[in-house]
């Protein structure tokens, strides 16, 4: 059960898809919708700040994923991509009556984010992504134009997945006995050490709705002869993020092309171009063992990738703007959130 802040209000939203989970802000029914989209192992809960930091003029809604928080755990299909999740905040848009808005996405939340922007430009006022994915998906490729690194894909989805963390989110582990912890994570990754959340263990609980198993986190996975022995699967989260199912490199070519605000934590090791999670990286580091080496098996360039698709879409005629926040990690709406609300509002007055 989400713990809500004074103002937040919570409600079940069927759609023509599956039945959605969301959280709005009292008395805001008639404002310019903003549409706050959660990453991985997170859900809706984890933006009630920034939503009650809007001004009244603004109608924030978060949007739970399908497989967690409080939507229905339909199973994901990670052949589309991201699509799945796309589609179900299409659907709950529809279902309240939403058109156009303003999308901010969080890490796998950015990815949700963009995939509706490609398939749904009109849609978007204007466009906020926080720590996103890389255009080019979450491991398994190299260089700015995200080139494969093996043509399975191997070295990404559900196979990369720390077995440990998996068993603890599946009993719901609230101790911070282990550093595989759910909160040890938080503490150490989500946020940039030594910053404690207020609302730590709201956050904890948050992470604790994400569904475990092969249709959800982590997803299934395939063996492989090639370096690091996995490669992805069919289902589940990770998988919609394999760079084979996931590719958003085009985006210099929708129309219309709403601007775009990228805000990022300057030391985030979740999404970086040294990722703590990126099995090259680690491999690079010595903690996944045979790793074949630098000039095959670079880490991914996750913020090089990124910028060089916005410069595309600059370039095409589109706008956008980076903003790095010092000293924060991955989650600048929990970590920093008067700097990013202050960012957050210079980019809703571009549309």
């Excluded at 093996?150 to 720390?162: E, K, L, Q, T």
């Excluded at 989500?190 to 709201?202: E, F, L, N, Q, T």
């Excluded at 959800?216 to 370096?227: C, L, M, R, S, V």
């Excluded at 080496?293 to 698709?309: D, I, L, N, S, Y």
């Amino acid at each position: 059960m989400t713990t809500l802040l004074d103002g937040i209000t919570s409600a079940k939203v069927p759609t023509d898809r599956l039945t959605a989970h969301v959280l709005e802000v009292a008395g805001r029914e008639h404002g310019e919708p903003v549409v706050f989209v959660h990453g991985n192992i997170s859900s809706s809960a984890f933006w009630q700040e920034s939503m009650l930091d809007l001004p009244r003029r603004y109608r924030p809604i978060a949007v739970d994923l399908r497989g967690f928080g409080g939507t229905d755990p339909l199973p994901v299909d990670a052949t589309r991509g991201v699509r799945d999740y796309a589609d179900d905040v299409v659907a709950t848009l529809v279902a309240l009556g939403v058109g156009a808005a303003h999308l901010v996405g969080w890490s796998m939340g950015g990815g949700v984010v963009l995939q509706l922007l490609r398939e749904h430009p009109a849609l978007a006022r204007t466009v906020t992504l926080v720590d996103p994915v890389s255009p080019y998906g979450y491991g398994g490729t190299k260089g700015a134009d995200g080139e494969l690194v093996d043509a399975a894909g191997a070295g990404s989805g559900g196979g990369g997945a720390n077995p440990d963390f998996v068993t603890r989110l599946k009993d719901g582990d609230t101790s911070d006995e282990s550093p595989f912890s759910p909160k040890q994570v938080l503490l150490a990754f989500y946020v940039k050490p030594p910053c404690h959340p207020a609302r730590i263990d709201d956050l904890v609980e948050s992470m604790l709705t994400t569904r475990v198993g092969d249709d959800h986190y982590p997803g299934d996975f395939t063996t492989t002869d090639a370096w690091p022995g996995v490669a992805p699967g069919t289902r589940g989260v990770l998988n919609t993020m394999a760079p084979g199912h996931f590719r958003l490199d085009d985006l210099d070519a929708i129309e219309p092309k709403p601007p775009i605000l990228w805000v990022r934590g300057a030391d985030d090791q979740i999404v970086s171009d040294t990722s703590m999670f990126d099995l090259a990286h680690l491999g690079r580091l010595g903690a996944v063992p045979g790793w074949p080496g630098e000039a095959t098996h670079p880490a991914q360039p996750m913020v090089t990738q990124t910028r060089a698709v916005l410069d595309r879409y600059a370039a095409a005629g589109g706008h956008y703007r980076e903003v790095v926040i010092a000293d924060t990690g991955h989650s600048p709406h929990i970590e920093k959130p008067r700097e990013f609300s202050a960012a957050l509002l210079e980019g809703l007055a571009k549309a």
